[in-house]
């Protein structure tokens, strides 16, 4: 997959990072100052809400890193860099819990997950998600961007129990970015 510019890639978690970088690298894209793609992956410093992005200049693409936040607030199309290295593009991670009570979790595809869990909500419709500062907040569904963004990369919940779970699995590295909002 070829690398696009002024998209930004958002990538969940380091290991994503690093193979988008390593794309990048293959394609030849540079950082800002002109080191390799793969000499570091600032990914500490978003964490979650890592983002990288190609503007192109006079010699090709170099690449930078953004907050997620601040690509939404850009307006800039914003890639699950996931996708890229899925062999069918829109992929969902699921849970499913067997009659014995054990839980594995699988990937289905966008047509799957929509069968299963429906279609995106409708406007006025309220919903729960993590913000930056690593809190649970509650709005209703306008269908704009943020709304979409959030459902598109898996930061919409139907309750806040299911958005707290994420906080647990998230909270230390929230805490150690954020400095922690107790």
Known sequence: MKIENGKA???????????F???????????????SATTANYWN??????????DSYSNGYRLSQIN??????????IINAKTLFNKEN??????????????????ITEEQRKEL???KPSVGDKYYF????????CIDWDNDDYDNYRY?????????????????KFGDDIKKYFGGNE
Do not use: P
């Open 9 to 19: 890639y958002w990538c969940e978690d380091e290991d994503t990072g690093k193979k």
């Open 21 to 35: 970088l390593q794309l990048c690298e293959e394609q030849g894209i540079l950082w800002q100052d002109g080191q």
């Open 45 to 54: 410093w978003h964490l979650y809400n890592t983002c990288y992005f190609a």
């Open 68 to 77: 997620r936040d601040s690509a939404i607030t850009r307006k800039m199309e």
């Open 90 to 107: 829109k992929m969902s991670k699921a849970k499913l819990t067997a009659e014995n009570g054990k839980t594995i979790e699988v990937e």
């Open 117 to 119: 869990f429906g279609g």
């Open 130 to 137: 993590v913000d930056s500062y690593g809190d649970t907040d």
């Open 152 to 168: 598109d990369t898996g930061n919409y919940y139907e309750t806040e129990a299911l958005a707290l779970k994420d906080i647990a």
